[in-house]
């Protein structure tokens, strides 16, 4: 079934989630279904889409939902396990790693607060494996004055992601970028309204061997 149709046809507890946001998810998310993988989704509110992920994601899948609010703990089940705490704070996330173990997937749905946005980034992302994805959605707050946004001011993950498309590319700037740690273990990029996507993966940042027949000399 798809992650729509999962969707339209929920009777467990509720989901809040933007239709467009669905066929991202699946784009990429699909490659971690039936694999035994660890998913962090910040944010769950009344809990629905941890058990949304559960379905999509397979019986070997654990789902840990993290939020501020205790009454989101409820939502836990076979598979599915909610902490309390603050997406913000180093200490709680490094909690979360030392229980669980580092996430392949991180979706944070939790403030859409620049600060809280970047700490949980700066925290998490580093950590990710190879082949692991980050997702942010909900960015059109990093437009939002009252989310810490705004177009183009500092500090909005939207303006730090533009720097981090110069850093993915780094290593072709003839020494014009520095070439760090997001250089050599990001594979790719992904904007869609709202929402902003990372894959991580080694690339060699190299052409393939030309193969073929010229043409000419
Ligand atoms: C949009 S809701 C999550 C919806 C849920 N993921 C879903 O799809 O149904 C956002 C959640 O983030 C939580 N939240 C707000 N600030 C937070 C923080 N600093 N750390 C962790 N969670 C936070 C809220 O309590 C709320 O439950």
Known sequence: ????LDFLTNQDLLIHKWKHYFPIYEQHMRRFQGQDVLMFEIGVSQGGSLRMWKRFLGPHARIVGIDIDPRSAPAAEDQVEVRIGDQSDPAFLQSLIDEFGVPDVVLDDGSHRMDHVNASFDFLYPLLPKNGVYMVEDMHTAY???YGGGVGVPGSFIERCKGLIDS???DHARGAL???EFTRSTRSMHFYDSFVVFEKGATTGKHAPRVGKPLFE
Request: without cysteine; charged residues 25%; proline residues 8%.
């Open 168 to 170: 993915l590319n780094a």
């Open 1 to 4: 079934m798809s992650l729509w």
């Open 144 to 146: 939002w004055e009252e």
């Open 178 to 180: 520095p070439s760090d």
